[in-house]
């Protein structure tokens, strides 16, 4: 089945540590985004890929780093300069023209201990 | 700058009780506007994507229907596992989605 695979489900995070959060898709999407969503907020967008080895910030980029060495993988590390990581992270995936729909994966639920 | 708000922000409904959700928005352009559902603790489903001013889709219980100004998701005669959050979006100029904070409905049987 195609689709959008995103790892852990749970994530804990310690101060001052970095982790990585795993995005994968068998869609043969050439975007993927990574978004945030916090209670009674939008889904906010953190990065953004058009292409493989290419990428761009979104709107809340501070504390956050990208890689898009495959069309298949977007990771997204959460620093320890994110000050406030705690979120429900979802990544997502369309075809690279404008306008197309994004399609989600399940999510990634990060704590900080 | 692009906008999109959604309203209300909770609804509760009795089973079979026909309601209608708001989304309206404020673009520089429509590149699509897009209807998600959402549950608890997990990622947006895709419902419909709608282009222009006058367009309808439909999916079982769910009708979506766009103006120049907003959308709106008609449901008819609701179930409880219609029970979810709706999340309303348009698509940016870089290609990424701009969302509202979302309805959420509740369908009591």
Known sequence: DGGITQSPKYLFRKEGQNVTLSCEQNLNHDAMYWYRQDPGQGLRLIYYSQIVNDFQKGDIAEGYSVSREKKESFPLTVTSAQKNPTAFYLCASSFKRTGETQYFGPGTRLLVL | ?109
């Open chain 2, 1 to 109: 700058e692009d906008q999109v708000t959604q309203s209300p922000e909770a609804l509760r409904l009795q089973e079979g009780e026909s309601s209608s959700l708001n989304c309206s928005y404020t673009v520089s352009g429509l590149r699509g506007l897009f209807w998600y559902r959402q549950d608890p603790g997990k990622g947006p489903e895709f419902l419909f994507t709608l282009y222009s001013a006058g367009e309808e889709k439909e999916k079982e219980r769910l009708k979506a229907t766009l103006t120049k100004k907003e959308s709106f998701l008609h449901i008819t005669a609701p179930k409880p596992e219609d029970s979810a959050t709706y999340l309303c979006a348009v698509g940016g100029s870089q290609g990424n989605l701009i969302f509202g904070k979302g309805t959420k409905l509740s369908v009591k049987p």
